[in-house]
């Protein structure tokens, strides 16, 4: 019963994912987001307020639902409003809040644990979400999501909030150009027969719609991005589509790389660590009854250590994503886990708690450098715009399924395997290891169409650890603003 509870905020969020891709690709995402609000204020009341476990059960799946939104619509959103150059260090942002989250609840959780205060725990999160109410209607709207749309205005503007004191011309331009494929701008420049200037300059077409726009580009606007420039491309495709393989690109190396990582992420058996490490970590101190009445007690000190920990490692990860790449991090973090795995199971075999709790937070530092933060920003810089909405939505909902699994399987595990619990994990932990060698492409300052170029086509070996060398002149979206600008 306890790990269906658990389960059923990953069950709504999931549900939130499904449609939250393509209801951000409709009515934008900043809109979305505000909506948003209202899962978690209702979700809040009905967990503060509840007196029987139906409600309970309830509570947790609309605020689930909050959760699978934003997960899926924060991610996006960030990686179209940040520069190239700080995309990783951005979109890092929403697993350090995830992160920070983590640690907060389970603080406050250590003094608000009894009856009636538990309550109070479970309606903070309604206040945070009043918060966002009011600030997040200054904040702009994406602008590539904007352009896409046909604002072609209100997008300059956006990034001219968003890149203060700066121009912005040379990245408007880029930006213009890279979504293209967009219904709007696509099927406006063909009617008004400005698709392409003899110069091969965007300018008359700019013109036309009497919006801002700088620079010209010697780059051929293309209907889609990749390969097939003369297939007519819209706005968006469904999942039905995109399975048919109706897409003017390949993406299916680019689509596995995605799922792959989405899916796996929750295997690591970091939610394990999340949700249990509480209940292991008395098992490892072999802690008494008495010690356990007495709150907070030194494993619930040591889970709060542990997620402090992760916050520190996902800090760490946004100084190195865009140094080191994702790749590396990935490779770094999955042979990390391994380890740690393999460590925790020693230490609980051999009755070292020394060497477990050691482990565990080697565990928390390796999931924070790369698995933590880098699937979730796997989407936005591996899959073309078109089909962004349906697949990031349904990637997300693959996390939380998962999520879900994992929240149902694991105290079954923990049961059957004792000390050994972490085994499986390490063999897992171990396999992706080695998908990330073979299979996954570093995406580091590169453009989506650069991906495209020479990844789409069928799931295929990529290169080893060697540094990328681009093998041809890539035009760059979101092009970071200069300093000298």
């Known amino acids: 019963m306890w790990g269906l509870i658990v389960g059923m905020v990953a069950l709504g969020a999931l549900t939130g994912s499904l449609v939250a891709g393509r209801a951000a690709d409709r009515f934008g995402r900043k809109r979305v987001l505000l909506v948003n609000n209202i899962f978690f204020i209702i979700g809040a009341l009905l967990l503060g307020t509840s007196t029987t476990i139906a409600q309970l059960a309830i509570g947790r799946y609309v605020s689930g639902i909050g959760c699978g939104v934003a997960s899926t619509v924060v ?22 809040s995830v992160e920070i989250g983590i640690f907060l609840s ?19 999160s309604a206040g945070i979400s009043l918060i966002q109410l009011v600030l997040l209607p200054f904040m702009p709207e994406s602008p590539r999501y904007l352009i896409t749309n046909g604002k072609f205005s209100e997008a300059f503007r956006a990034l001219q909030f968003l890149r203060p004191h700066h121009n912005v011309s040379n990245e408007y331009s880029n930006l213009l150009e890279s979504v293209s494929v967009s219904t709007a701008t696509r099927s406006n420049i063909a009617n008004s027969n400005h698709v392409q200037s003899e110069n091969g300059g965007f ?13 010209k580009s010697d780059k051929k606007p293309s209907v889609s991005i990749g390969s097939k420039e003369s297939t007519p491309t819209p706005s968006s495709f469904g999942l039905i589509d995109i399975a048919k393989g109706r897409t003017p690109d390949v993406i299916w190396h680019m689509l596995f790389c995605t799922l792959f990582l989405m899916g ?30 007495h709150t907070p007690n030194i494993a619930q000190w040591v889970t709060i250590g542990i997620s402090a920990t992760g916050i520190l490692a996902v800090f760490a990860s946004m100084n190195l994503i865009d140094r080191l790449g994702r790749r590396r991090l990935l490779l770094i973090s999955t042979g990390g886990i391994t380890a740690s795995c393999l460590l925790i199971v020693i230490g609980c075999a051999c009755d070292v708690p020394i060497l477990a709790v050691v482990a565990m937070f080697l565990f ?6 790369g698995m933590a933060p880098i699937p979730w920003l796997t989407a936005s810089e591996m899959l073309p715009y078109y089909v962004l909405g349906a697949l990031s939505g349904f990637a997300s909902a693959l996390n939380w399924m998962m999520i879900f699994i994992i929240g149902l399987l694991f105290p079954v595990l923990a049961k059957a395997l004792d000390n ?33 170029f020479h990844h789409g086509k069928r799931l295929h070996i990529v290169a080893s650890l060697a540094k990328w060398r681009p093998k041809r002149k890539q035009t760059v979206d979101n092009e970071p603003y200069s300093q000298n600008n």
Not at 364 to 369: E, N, P, S, W
Request: proline share 4%; hydrophobic share 50%.
């Open 75 to 96: 991610a996006t959103y960030n990686s179209e409003c940040a520069p190239i150059k700080v995309r990783g260090f951005l979109g890092t942002v929403l697993q350090l």
């Open 106 to 124: 389970q603080l406050i959780a250590t003094f608000l644990v009894q009856v009636p205060n538990w309550r109070i725990l479970f309606g903070l």
């Open 203 to 215: 300018s008359d077409s700019a013109s036309a719609y009497n919006v801002p726009f700088a620079g």
């Open 264 to 293: 796996f992420q929750q295997w690591t058996g970091a939610k394990g660590i999340v949700f249990y490490s509480t209940e292991i970590l008395e098992k490892v101190f072999d802690l008494t009854d008495t010690q356990l009445r």
């Open 364 to 369: 928390k530092i390796t999931y924070g450098l």
């Open 420 to 452: 050994y619990l972490f085994l499986p994990f390490a063999a897992l932990n171990f396999c992706a290891f080695i998908v990330v060698l073979l299979v996954v492409p570093e995406t580091k300052g590169r453009h989506i169409s650069d991906i495209i």
